[in-house]
């Protein structure tokens, strides 16, 4: 088993069990600036200090989300010879694929790989493709940890620095406004969400400002039912818009599709950057891991590409078998009919936030095959993933002021802007229990420090 030789030392460094002032002092801080929330009305409580890697994983999970994002998008053709009859696997309905059905040159791509440690090594379970992905902004939650008195003397002496994802994408975005040739000196950028998604998530919006203002934008935030063009150019008011930070995501453009046609109509003719596009969120849906693994199988990869999504993606498939000879092996819907419960999830292709996912380990025999049945007979994409079973790692935590440490499931995240990981952020739960490290279950959430 892989030991975590930074984060042990860390753990001896803060000194057995006890009264934690300085821990306490950057929870207290956190929660002053809200600095891992996304609403005013959740509380998402933070981790007592970072996560901290070894060059080692660093480097190998820097590496494994760079290719599977390049696998995704900039190479897909590598493996998919026809993206129409990918569109028709993934069961994409009229709706949706006039927005999906095309690279746009404007686009600027960000992703988030998320990770879990088990006994058999790191696996990734669902690679985000988008802006709306979490954690973006953790670089306020780095900053208090680079200077809190105790954290910040052991980060530095060891070398160990945490990048800044939200700066990596302000500076890849500010790129992509130069080669549309925007001439302001302060390009304007729109976080854009849903109408009724928009006033909801103003603390995380406010942030995204804060950021793209420090990287020399102006920033504002908007809904799409502010949006219109004129000319080819893009609109909020009577504000021009230079990119998107587009916030809303497929699933919600289910129900209102005409409100996301000004951005996709601004961004196609080349007159807005756009963060990040409707094709590359599409292609970062649960059943592209099923594709993906399945051209691994039949060879379709390079050699060392298909060790790499073998080794790293857990069994994925298609709870529906594609009618397409191209993707023949992407799906199987007899694959739990037998299976033992407890070694499956089933989520559907498109979703956020954990909506729809049952965990058979979580949950009873009964409850399970329900909702296998339902998602194997549903008309839209479902998949099934083999569980990955946790590996506890022993962390840092607090009760109140007094320093514990104990075992937690630790579900870090990698950011990869435009093909280049640009940092991470963690979750943790506590505990072995076989849960979702999720919010809803009492993850704590962080950041990772590594070495250069």
């Given at each position: 088993m892989e030991s975590?030789?930074?984060?042990?030392?860390?753990?001896?460094?803060?000194?057995?069990?006890?009264?934690?002032p300085e821990?306490?002092?950057?929870?207290?801080?956190?929660?002053?600036?809200?600095?891992?929330r996304t609403r005013d009305d959740m509380y998402f409580t933070p981790l007592p200090a970072p996560l901290l890697?070894?060059?080692?994983?660093?480097?190998?999970?820097?590496?494994?989300?760079?290719?599977?994002v390049a696998l995704l998008?900039?190479?897909?053709g590598t493996y998919v010879a026809d993206e129409a009859e990918l569109l028709d696997v993934l069961r994409i309905g009229p709706v949706l694929r006039p927005f999906v059905r095309e690279a746009l040159a404007a686009d600027v791509t960000v992703?988030?790989?998320?990770?879990?440690?088990?006994?058999?090594?790191?696996?990734?379970?669902?690679?985000?493709?988008?802006?709306?992905?979490?954690?973006?902004?953790?670089?306020?939650?780095?900053?208090?940890?680079a200077k809190n008195p105790l954290v910040g003397p052991f980060l530095t002496e060891n070398g160990l620095d945490a990048g800044s994802p939200i700066d990596a994408l302000a500076e890849a975005t500010r790129r992509a406004c130069e080669r549309l040739g925007v001439a302001a000196a302060r390009p304007v950028i729109a976080i854009v969400d849903s109408p009724e998604f928009e006033p909801i998530y103003h603390l995380a919006y406010r942030r995204l400002v804060e950021h793209y203002a420090a990287n020399g934008f102006d920033a504002v935030i908007c809904h799409q039912g502010t949006?219109?063009?004129?000319?080819?150019?893009?609109?909020?008011?009577?504000?021009?818009?230079?990119?998107?930070?587009?916030?809303?995501?497929?699933?919600?453009?289910?129900?209102?599709?005409?409100?996301?046609?000004?951005?996709?109509?601004?961004?196609s003719a080349g007159t807005t950057a756009l963060i990040s596009g409707f094709r590359e969120e599409l292609l970062g849906c649960k059943g592209m891991l099923a594709v993906l693994r399945d051209a691994a199988v039949r060879g379709l990869l390079s050699a060392e590409d298909a060790h790499l999504v073998l080794d790293v993606v857990p069994e994925t498939v298609l709870l529906h078998r594609p009618d397409r000879a191209g993707f023949s092996g992407a799906g199987d819907p007899q694959v739990l009919r037998d299976a033992t419960a407890a070694d499956w999830v089933v989520k559907p292709s498109i979703g956020s936030s954990g909506g729809g996912v049952t965990l058979?380990?979580?949950?009873?025999?009964?409850?399970?095959?329900?909702?296998?049945r339902a998602a194997t007979g549903s008309d839209d994409a479902w998949?099934?993933?083999?569980?990955?079973?946790?590996?506890?790692?022993?962390?840092?935590?607090?009760?109140?002021?007094?320093?514990?440490?104990?075992?937690?499931?630790i579900h870090p995240s990698f950011f990869v802007t435009e093909g280049r990981a640009t940092g991470a952020w963690t979750r943790a739960l506590p505990g072995q229990a076989a849960r979702l490290v999720a919010m809803v279950n009492g993850a704590l959430f962080g950041g990772v420090y590594a070495p250069h």
């Open positions: 975590f030789l930074v984060q042990s030392a860390f753990n001896d460094y803060l000194g057995p069990p006890g009264p934690a821990l306490a002092a950057l929870r207290e801080a956190l929660d002053a600036t809200k600095a891992v890697l070894d060059r080692e994983q660093n480097a190998y999970l820097r590496h494994a989300s760079e290719r599977l998008t900039t190479e897909l992703a988030r790989c998320d990770f879990l440690w088990s006994r058999e090594g790191w696996r990734v379970v669902e690679v985000n493709i988008g802006g709306p992905v979490g954690g973006l902004d953790v670089r306020g939650y780095n900053d208090l940890a949006l219109s063009v004129r000319n080819g150019h893009l609109f909020s008011g009577e504000l021009h818009i230079d990119a998107v930070h587009r916030q809303f995501i497929l699933e919600d453009m289910l129900t209102e599709p005409e409100l996301a046609l000004p951005v996709l109509q601004a961004a058979g380990a979580g949950v009873d025999e009964g409850t399970f095959r329900d909702a296998a998949v099934a993933q083999r569980f990955v079973r946790s590996d506890p790692v022993t962390l840092p935590l607090l009760r109140d002021e007094e320093l514990t440490f104990g075992g937690c499931q």
